[in-house]
């Protein structure tokens, strides 16, 4: 088994005013060598986005686009003639494929909103671009997983174009819970929302993470009530 600990205040972090943001991996103008991503798991951006304002339409291509509100709502348009909100309890996914323009913007002009912006590197090039999205019941994930994205659509998540899924869970303080990757070889990258945990005998806090490869499950114990994502993709160098 190898361990990667991503203490959450070694993130990167830019505020233009209208946007505050985390950066777990090197994005825009912050670059660290040790953070370039894990495996297919390129960006985690954690972003505050001022009331009314937003990312411009800008292009992407060939990356998978995950958006996780976790309050607020965020007003999307894209290329694809996709136009709607994406809310707390949805999540969003975008595969570029072979390029997709879009804008994002905080659906209230008062209130902050806070998102992670996930982008995985996909599975197959130049893929049509297409846009999906789903509202998830949260009670579903109380002391269990609930899986928002997956390749297999028999688990309910929004489907993306690589062997990889994402999980939420919300933990009662006191409880065990173990995540399995679905694919052989796959890495986890666990990262605490909210609350204490501990995993292989390290303790995460509030936005920490941990990157685990070569291995076939893991066990997290939840030191407080705490809610944690579990992102499961390939690993390359």
């Given at each position: 088994m190898k361990t990667i600990f991503y203490p959450a205040a070694e993130r990167g972090h830019v505020n233009f005013g209208w946007l505050d943001s985390y950066h777990s991996f090197s994005f825009g103008n912050w670059h660290h060598p040790e953070k370039v991503h894990f495996g297919a798991l390129r960006v985690l951006n954690d972003d505050v986005v001022k009331g009314g304002g937003?990312?411009?339409?800008h292009p992407h291509d060939n990356m998978e686009i995950v958006s996780i509100p976790l309050k607020g709502a965020i007003a999307h348009k894209?290329?694809?003639?996709?136009?709607g909100i994406v809310y707390s309890g949805d999540v969003?996914?975008?595969?570029a494929g072979s390029g997709i323009r879009?804008?994002?913007?905080n659906a209230s002009h008062y209130?902050?909103?806070?998102?992670?912006?996930?982008?995985?590197?996909?599975?197959q090039q130049n893929i049509r671009p297409r846009h999906d999205q789903r509202t998830f019941d949260q009670s579903q994930r109380k002391d269990q997983w609930q899986i928002v994205v997956s390749p297999d659509p028999a688990e309910g998540g929004v489907?993306?174009?690589?062997?990889?899924?994402?999980?939420?869970t919300k933990?009662?303080?006191?409880?065990d819970i173990t995540f399995t990757p679905a694919f052989e070889g796959n890495g986890?990258?666990?990262f605490v929302l909210d609350g204490e945990v501990e995993v292989e005998g390290k303790k995460l806090e509030r936005r920490d993470a941990l990157g685990l490869s070569e291995i076939k499950d893991v066990s997290i114990h939840a030191v407080s009530g705490a809610e944690l994502l579990a992102i499961e993709v390939p690993m390359f160098a």
């Open positions: 937003g990312f411009d339409t894209d290329s694809t003639g996709t136009e969003q996914i975008m595969s879009h804008s994002e913007y209130d902050p909103a806070n998102f992670l912006q996930i982008w995985v590197f996909p599975k489907w993306i174009n690589q062997d990889a899924r994402m999980a939420l933990l009662s303080a006191g409880k986890i990258y666990l």
